[in-house]
């Protein structure tokens, strides 16, 4: 059973910074998609950013690039989702996800619990 645990978040003023994390169990994230999605109240999930199954790629969403950077440690089992510059509109429960399957960008299939950020103005 895949399971994912987000930390990191917590409350932070305009323009500051946070390092989520998500660590995964069950099996090792080597090979599979790592993606990041948040959800602000009364709105959709949206995708924030994801490292690729290779490991060496990354995506991210308009509002997410140049701000926020994505990266995984294979060895500790753990993503990370560095957010600067932090903005009222990034204030969201942010999750992170994984596919079912290796080798591919598509399809996430497991989802942590999410952890709550709140920015302040």
């Known amino acids: 059973q895949v399971q994912l645990e987000e930390s990191g978040g917590g409350l932070v003023q305009t323009g500051g910074s946070l390092k989520l994390s998500c660590t995964a169990s069950?099996?090792?994230?080597?090979?599979?998609?790592m993606g990041w999605f948040r959800q602000a109240p009364g709105k959709e999930r949206e995708f924030v950013g994801s490292?690729?199954?290779?490991?060496?790629?990354?995506d991210y969403t308009d509002s997410a690039k140049g701000r926020f950077t994505i990266s995984r440690d294979n060895a500790k089992n753990t993503v990370y989702l560095q957010m600067n510059n932090l903005k009222a509109e990034d204030t969201a429960v942010y999750y992170c996800?994984?596919?079912?399957?290796?080798?591919?960008?598509?399809?996430?299939?497991?989802w942590g619990q999410g952890t709550q950020v709140t920015v302040s103005s």
């Open positions: 069950g099996r090792s994230i080597s090979a599979y998609a």
């Open positions: 996800a994984t596919p079912k399957f290796q080798f591919t960008n598509d399809h996430y299939d497991y």
């Open positions: 490292s690729g199954w290779t490991g060496t790629t990354t």
